[in-house]
């Protein structure tokens, strides 16, 4: 009975964690994996370019690597990460601090035992975490592009400001959240599928949560892909996309999928497939990671003695009995 009131401890964090705690862990959690795989994030951007300059097409992840290096410099690769960073942080704060409290809130007296709950708080969390980091991502996907014309991240923000208006910033904010929708249910009924076979104890394991936390961001970003491939062109507005129309926008998802498949066809919408996912398995392992080694260590704090008079909860490995 100890050892199952223990493991509840670890799962639902210990009542005396603080929102502050949670913000912490989320903010750090999101910086990492944002940033660990960043120079991977660009060539996904610039695979999804619905028609590259002749100087951005790329055989694969190593090729375009290799040629943003040689041609622009080995920096150019880290263009843009210090957007992200400045977005993760307080984005990734607000959606663990806001899914802690809500899934608590909604359970009652049952928190984490709640699928309804729980996948309601992750809708209300994810609103969050959106709103924070869209204009982050139009920001950062516009400095990735090849041939960029902004100087710096200040530079892109008043010009989009100047010429496209406060709503620019938020142009893919439905598409966003349209793919975070099966994104997000994809990637937590794999990690938990996952968790049931390597970790049916629910011990804190490190192993365990970054092979299924890297399993999980590789499943859901691959067969997102498509949805990744609008918000892209929604948020850089490639300049090649207005001949021959009206508007000299790309607004909305419908808009955009018209304009991908106009342009490259049904195999469009898979540009970046094989990038996206090499960047979401190591930053969404990363990210699982660093957020369940707070919850072993919150728990730690809410039970000091452990469940024999240890000092601590014992630490469980792969293969132990």
């Known amino acids: 009975m100890e050892m199952w009131a223990e493991e509840d401890e670890y799962e639902s964090l210990p009542e005396s964690s603080s929102v502050t705690t949670h913000m912490v862990a989320g903010a750090l959690a999101g910086i990492m994996e944002h940033c660990v795989m960043y120079p991977v994030d660009i060539i996904k951007t610039r695979m999804q370019s619905i028609r590259p300059s002749s100087h951005a097409r790329y055989r694969s992840i190593g090729d375009a690597f290799v040629k943003i290096s040689r041609d622009e410099g080995m920096f150019r690769t880290f263009r843009g990460m210090n957007v992200v960073a400045l977005g993760a942080g307080p984005a990734h704060a607000l959606y663990f601090s806001c899914y802690e409290q809500m899934k608590v809130t909604l359970s009652h007296s049952n928190p984490g035992k709640n699928p309804l709950a729980n996948g309601a708080a992750g809708c209300g969390a994810t609103l969050l975490h959106d709103a924070i980091m869209n204009p982050a991502e139009v920001i950062k996907q516009r400095l990735q592009m090849y041939s960029s014309p902004y100087k710096g991240a200040l530079d892109c923000m008043w010009s989009i400001w100047r010429q496209e208006g406060i709503s620019a910033f ?19 009924i794999t990690y938990e599928l996952m968790q049931e076979l390597l970790n049916p104890g629910r011990e804190y394991n490190p192993s365990t949560h ?10 859901a970003g691959g067969l997102t892909t498509p949805l990744d491939v609008c918000k892209t062109l929604l948020n850089t507005q490639e300049r090649c996309t207005f001949s021959g129309r009206r508007s000299l926008t790309v607004s909305g998802i419908s808009d955009a999928v018209r304009t991908v498949y106009h342009f490259r066809g049904a195999v469009g919408f898979f540009g970046g497939m094989r990038a996206r996912v090499v960047f979401q398995m190591p930053s969404t392992a990363i990210a699982w990671s660093v957020y369940e080694f707070f919850k072993f260590v919150l728990a730690k704090e809410g039970n000091p003695r452990g469940s024999a008079g240890n000092e601590f909860p014992v630490l469980q490995t792969t293969g132990s009995q």
């Open 210 to 219: 970054l092979v299924s936390g890297a399993l999980a961001g590789g499943v």
């Open 170 to 188: 938020y142009r893919s904010y439905t598409t966003q959240l349209t793919m975070n929708i099966p994104f997000q249910s994809i990637h937590f």
